[in-house]
């Protein structure tokens, strides 16, 4: 299984951002996929989360409203569109799945927002 995640960036306040997180090694339609980040010197902290067919989205509070997950099972890709961004949304973003009780994750994809 590898997670392969891309698309962070210096962002200025206000700005927008892509995130993709490329997968293989497993049946990619099968499964959930969430997003996760780590701010420096806080836990790690889901951000959302999708089902296998799109049809359950979850968000945190935190970025309900500015923050949207979507995938394409023809592409095996997860992605999550990042609008409104705000300095506290300044994190490492990483990308997760789930399955047969083993948790997998991608190395991570840094976010920074600032001026």
């Known amino acids: 299984v590898q997670l392969v995640e891309s698309g962070g960036d210096l962002v200025q306040p206000g700005g927008s951002l892509r995130l993709s997180c490329a997968a293989s090694?497993?049946?990619?339609?099968?499964?959930?996929m969430s997003w996760y980040r780590q701010a420096p010197g806080k836990e790690r902290e889901l951000v959302a989360g999708?089902?296998?067919?799109?049809?359950?989205?979850n968000y945190a509070i935190s970025v309900k409203g500015r923050f949207s997950i979507s995938r394409d099972n023809t592409k095996n890709t997860v992605y999550l569109q990042m609008n409104s961004l705000k300095p506290e949304d300044t994190a490492v973003y990483y990308c997760?799945?789930?399955?047969?009780?083993?948790?997998?994750w991608g190395s991570g994809t840094l976010v920074t927002v600032s001026s």
């Open positions: 997760r799945t789930w399955f047969l009780g083993v948790e997998y």
């Open positions: 999708i089902s296998n067919t799109s049809s359950n989205k």
């Open positions: 090694g497993f049946t990619f339609s099968r499964y959930g």
